[in-house]
């Protein structure tokens, strides 16, 4: 009944009316998994934020279908035979949406704005000695210590991604967010149009010059086919999935597992995986608070997190698990590794208890916060939070939506004055695909990320790894990241799992590309 009345509905919202059909056929609809809130790539790590830079902003370097880094905005590169030092030169017809081009000072500077938050970027800081533009088109790096990832960091997709912006925008602290968009890339944002809760506007770039390889995962060929592309927001699932029945829309990036099935009847709609691999639930813990402080209470957590029954409770079907992954670096992957795992099959009750005990846990509340317009998170934050209360936690579960969440979670202070304790958040394989990408595996004392874990020795055995040129000597090392990893809990594992893109059929071009991008893409 909800979902026949939402179809009812539909004709009487104004942001989901039909287009013309010259308009249709030039513009793509789309609805991901969240609304576009914020447009600072650096300062905030939220996918939504990273989806907009694909579209509107271009990397130095992209990673291919297999995961390997390959130039894109970079024409030509060398480095010294001893690996310490690096030229780079731009390639021909790079220019910003205003038309002035792209120089390497902006390179250097957007690298250096980029490297003092993300995790991948200051590994590579620490590691550089100088990093200076030549002239225009060409920057050097010269290494003070060994670094065997430089192209892959550049080609830093996820978490606070690497895009190219202009200096003067990318000479903007760190800390603050810039309002100004200018970028490069395929599709031009248009922020005169966009209404936050409503709609993000992309036209194409008539002046962008792809590479003249085909397009390959994230990189090649960004052909942009669209004249037009509109990411809408619509979070009632039941409300999308009507749109999308009814040719409204184009796109949603993650049906609700509930509605998926219905979909799939419609010849008139296909399905596919856009991150092959799959996503991960990750549940992040307060560090700097009590009672997480303690490593014994954040153990506890093991005993209680059954991954399957999270997964089942957010409806993710049994073809589309994996109903017990103890790996940092996600199941399936080259870099999986069990060491050291603890738990997550099935409750402990009196293990946990005990733990809570040793860890000094009396009694004290727990905030949990929950994005409840997020299927999955709300489903596995509820799930959550009524097994840790079996063991006598104290739960209580503030409810949200998932742009108020990430700007909670970067608050510090005690719970009585606003701060909070645990949240769930969903990563794919490039967030968390090894020692050196996995931006919440990182736990440096200072500059880290919300949740704040601190621990020398995790720290010192990932950048053990990425030094490591010796590939035998580099997996020795994964799995004492890993094992360390279960000893300090960053966060825990909640379950992997796969989820299906659903679209129109008449929609051509979608790749299997883990972030949603659409140059390459037609509307037929």
């Known amino acids: 009944m909800r979902r026949l009345i939402a179809a009812a509905l539909l004709a009487a919202l104004p942001s989901i009316a039909p287009p013309s059909s010259a308009q249709a056929q030039s513009t793509l609809r789309i609805v991901?998994?969240?609304?576009?809130?914020?447009?600072?790539?650096?300062?905030s790590t939220a996918a939504f934020v990273r989806n907009h830079g694909f579209m509107n902003y271009d990397q130095l370097f992209a990673l291919d279908s297999k995961g390997e880094a390959q130039p894109q905005m970079v024409g030509a590169w060398s480095k010294s035979p001893d690996g310490m030092a690096y030229s780079f030169t731009l390639r021909d017809g790079l220019a910003y949406h205003d038309g002035t081009p792209v120089r390497a000072a902006d390179a250097v500077a957007s690298i250096k704005r980029w490297a003092q938050r993300d995790v991948v970027g200051r590994a590579l800081a620490a590691a550089t000695a100088?990093?200076?533009?030549?002239?225009?088109?060409?920057?050097?790096?010269k290494l003070s210590r060994p670094f065997a990832l430089v192209t892959e960091a550049l080609a830093r997709p996820t978490a606070s991604a690497l895009f190219v912006m202009p200096e003067r925008i990318a000479n903007t602290p760190p800390t603050t967010a810039f309002t100004d968009p200018l970028g490069s890339g395929p599709f031009i944002f248009q922020k005169d149009l966009w209404r936050a809760g409503d709609r993000a506007i992309y036209i194409r770039n008539p002046a962008y010059k792809p590479r003249p390889e085909p397009a390959d995962g994230l990189g090649g060929g960004k052909v942009a086919k669209l004249e037009r592309i509109e990411w809408r927001a619509i979070p009632d699932q039941a409300t999308a999935a009507a749109a999308l029945q009814a040719g409204e829309i184009d796109l949603i990036e993650q049906p609700s597992p509930d509605i998926l099935p219905i979909l799939e009847r419609n010849p008139a709609i296909?399905?596919?995986?856009?991150n092959p691999v799959g996503s991960m639930v990750w549940l992040r813990l307060n560090h700097a608070q009590p009672p997480f402080d303690n490593p014994k209470v954040r153990q506890a957590l093991l005993h209680l997190v059954n991954q399957k029954e999270n997964l089942d409770a957010a409806g993710i079907r049994a073809s589309e698990q994996?109903?017990?992954c103890p790996a940092y670096f996600l199941c399936g992957s080259p870099l999986e590794s069990a060491a050291g795992a603890q738990g997550l099959k099935q409750a402990d009750i009196g293990k946990a208890q005990a733990l809570l005990k040793e860890g000094g846990y009396t009694g004290q509340k727990i905030v949990f916060l929950n994005a409840a317009d997020s299927p999955i998170n709300n489903a596995v934050t509820l799930t959550m939070a009524e097994a840790f209360r079996k063991a006598g936690l104290n739960m209580e579960v503030a409810t949200m939506d998932w742009a108020t969440l990430t700007q909670r979670r970067n608050k510090k202070d005690p719970i009585e004055q606003g701060g909070w304790n645990i949240?769930?958040?969903v990563a794919n394989v490039l967030d968390g695909g090894s020692p050196l990408t996995n931006l919440y595996l990182a736990s440096p004392c200072q500059g880290g990320l919300a949740?704040?874990?601190c621990?020398?020795?995790?720290?010192d055995l990932r950048r053990t790894w990425w030094e490591e040129n010796d590939p035998a000597k580099r997996r020795t090392t994964l799995d004492l990241v890993h094992a360390r990893a279960y000893e300090v809990l960053p966060y825990i594992n909640g379950g992997q799992f796969r989820t299906l893109a659903a679209y129109r059929a008449?929609?051509?071009?979608?790749?299997?590309?883990t972030i949603p991008v659409f140059w390459d893409v037609e509307k037929k």
Do not use: C, H
Not at 130 to 141: G, I, P, Q, R, Y
Not at 270 to 274: E, G, N, P, S, V
Not at 506 to 513: E, P, V
């Open 506 to 513: 008449n929609i051509t071009g979608l790749r299997a590309t």
């Open 322 to 324: 994996v109903p017990y």
């Open 270 to 274: 296909k399905t596919m995986a856009l």
């Open 32 to 43: 991901l998994v969240n609304d576009l809130a914020s447009l600072d790539p650096v300062v």
């Open 130 to 141: 100088s990093m200076d533009a030549t002239d225009d088109k060409t920057f050097t790096l």
């Open 423 to 425: 949240f769930v958040t």
């Open 451 to 453: 949740g704040w874990p």
């Open 455 to 459: 621990d020398q020795k995790l720290e």
